[in-house]
């Protein structure tokens, strides 16, 4: 079993940037997707960005896109998530999740692992 560790959170004012990661416990299969997701009080969790291990295919939600870029590194087994710009609203705590064998999807459904979270507040 695979296990994620995010890192990076913490509290940024508007207009500030931070990058978050995402270790993995081992190398993780070839055709695993990854995605980071995040969740806001109250709010259902959501997708933010993705990328195909493999390949460096990406997808990026059309709130985070031109601000957010995702990123691996295969050798570290790691995904990072690069936040400039940031607003308020993006204040949540972020999720890193894999998807076995499978490519690059915003279905929080069709991912089979997750980490813990780690905590983004942006400050106005």
């Known amino acids: 079993q695979v296990q994620l560790v995010e890192s990076g959170g913490g509290l940024v004012q508007a207009g500030g940037s931070l990058r978050l990661s995402c270790a993995a416990s081992?190398?993780?299969?070839?055709?695993?997707?990854m995605g980071w997701f995040r969740q806001a009080p109250g709010k259902e969790r959501e997708f933010v960005a993705a990328?195909?291990?493999?390949?460096?295919?990406?997808s990026h939600a059309n709130s985070v896109k031109g601000r957010f870029t995702i990123s691996r590194d295969d050798a570290k087994n790691t995904v990072y998530l690069q936040m400039n710009s940031l607003k308020p609203e993006d204040t949540a705590v972020y999720y890193c999740?894999?998807?076995?064998?499978?490519?690059?999807?915003?279905?929080?459904?069709?991912?089979?692992?997750w980490g813990q979270g780690t905590q983004v507040t942006v400050s106005s």
């Open positions: 999740a894999g998807r076995r064998g499978g490519g690059v999807t915003s279905s929080r459904e069709q991912y089979d692992y």
């Open positions: 081992r190398r993780t299969a070839s055709s695993d997707a």
């Open positions: 990328i195909n291990w493999g390949g460096g295919i990406t």
